[in-house]
């Protein structure tokens, strides 16, 4: 826990209006531990009366000035010319000491005890401007220290400048830290047991509330835990179907690239076997050139009939036929009609179409395989967006989430 967190478990100890002030303070001069804090407060509440009082009250009655001054006041009838007299009691008791003045100076009352650790004589009130960086300003106005900012500071200037800090530490006992830190705040051990027995209370009770507070934040620690683990395995989770979706479809994309391919080779096959066909034409038209040349034109009604029985073509609706770029239709049917032999041009030229009609299938398929392609492609990318779309909005959620449980743990 770091020092604000500390000095709020002793909040209940410090009076409202110096709250603020302390809390600035012990993180500022390192009162910072537990025992530090318990000290400090033990000492400073013994001094102004739980922070009720910060000035010193010196309206004693005689029997209480035999009993706190008896170095001052020897006699019952001495201390009685000086009872209920505060300012009186201030100027004898703290004359000619501390930096004061003699009696008649009236430093005693000037700089009687005053702030929450009751700084008194004049040396003390020198010695706190300076430390505060003005070399005079408490002691031209001593009553400075009654305002709450003053009041708590002077306490840390005691405590700063006499290096208290370095007395509580672990391998010395509690009471024995005690008994040295009140004979350097009060001079003597005036009060060593109350002091003692606040500290031990403040120990316990900011103890307790440390293993309270420790136990909550475990506690929501522990749900912030669950909560994030159920985001990874959501996310996890989601992740990994997207994933899958994603494999799948490049699994399929390559498949397609693959069958794409192996088209292409088949395309390229078939236009070979085209070219080898139109070679043979070629060959058959040399062959057959006088023959073809010396033929008489039939009627067209005789070819037609003829393409509609060995080709089941319909040369109503086509001007030219595939077979050949030189020989006209009507050329190609006279020969097949009177040269027998010539069977082996009428298989090339079926051969031939078939073999246009193959290309054309195969073109078919490959133009809706890469359609397929693109369509998944759209898909993995549309699948990817959303997957990243998730992914950030499932970051802002985790987050959001964190700093709700950081802020809470914060403000409470």
Not at 68 to 83: G, L, M, N
Not at 118 to 136: C, M, P, V
Request: charged share 25%; proline share 1%; aromatic share 14%.
């Amino acid at each position: 826990m770091d020092t604000k967190e500390l000095v709020k478990t002793a909040r209940m100890f410090v009076k409202d209006k110096y709250y603020s002030y302390i809390e600035q303070y012990c993180e500022k001069y390192k009162i910072n531990t537990v025992e530090r804090i318990c000290h400090f407060l033990s000492q400073v509440n013994y001094e102004s009366g739980y922070m009720n009082y910060v000035e010193e009250n010196l309206n004693y009655s005689s029997k209480q000035l035999l009993k706190v001054f008896p170095k001052y006041f020897k006699t019952i009838d001495e201390a009685k010319e000086f009872e209920y007299k505060g300012e009186k009691i201030a100027n004898k008791v703290y004359a000619n000491r501390m930096g004061n003045g003699s009696e008649a100076s009236g430093d005693g009352w000037k700089y009687r005890g005053r702030g929450l650790i009751q700084l008194t004589g004049k040396n003390n009130y020198l010695k706190f401007s300076k430390w505060y960086n003005d070399s005079k300003i408490f002691v031209d106005s001593p009553d400075l220290l009654l305002q709450p900012q003053f009041a708590v500071l002077s306490a840390f200037f005691y405590w700063d400048t006499h290096k208290l800090n370095d007395y509580i530490v672990d391998n010395v006992d509690d009471y024995t830290i005690c008994k040295v830190i009140t004979k350097k705040i009060n001079g003597g051990y005036n009060g060593l047991e109350e002091r003692f027995r606040l500290y031990k209370k403040y120990v316990s009770c900011t103890t307790n509330l440390i293993k309270i507070i420790m136990n909550k934040r475990e506690k929501r620690l522990f749900f912030v835990v669950l909560i994030l683990l159920a985001v990874i395995m959501f996310m996890s989770n989601s992740f990994r179907k997207k994933n899958d979706t994603i494999d799948f479809n490049n699994n399929l994309i390559n498949r397609y690239k693959n069958d794409i391919k192996s088209y292409n080779i088949k395309i390229d096959s078939l236009k070979s076997e085209l070219l080898a066909k139109k070679q043979v034409d070629t060959l058959i038209i040399i062959k057959y050139k006088q023959k073809i040349d010396s033929v008489y034109v039939y009627n067209y009604s005789d070819y037609i009939s003829f393409y509609d029985t060995l080709l089941h073509t319909n040369l109503l609706k086509t001007d030219t036929f595939i077979c050949f770029d030189s020989i006209s239709v009507q050329k190609l049917t006279i020969k097949l009609v009177n040269c027998s032999l010539d069977s082996e041009l009428l298989a090339n030229c079926y051969l031939q179409n078939n073999i246009y009609s193959n290309i054309i299938a195969v073109q078919d398929s490959v133009i809706i395989l890469k359609n397929s392609e693109i369509e998944i492609l759209d898909d993995i990318n549309k699948e990817k967006i959303k997957k990243l779309r998730k992914q950030r909005n499932t970051f802002i959620t985790a987050t959001v989430i964190e700093l709700a449980v950081i802020i809470g743990l914060i403000t409470k």
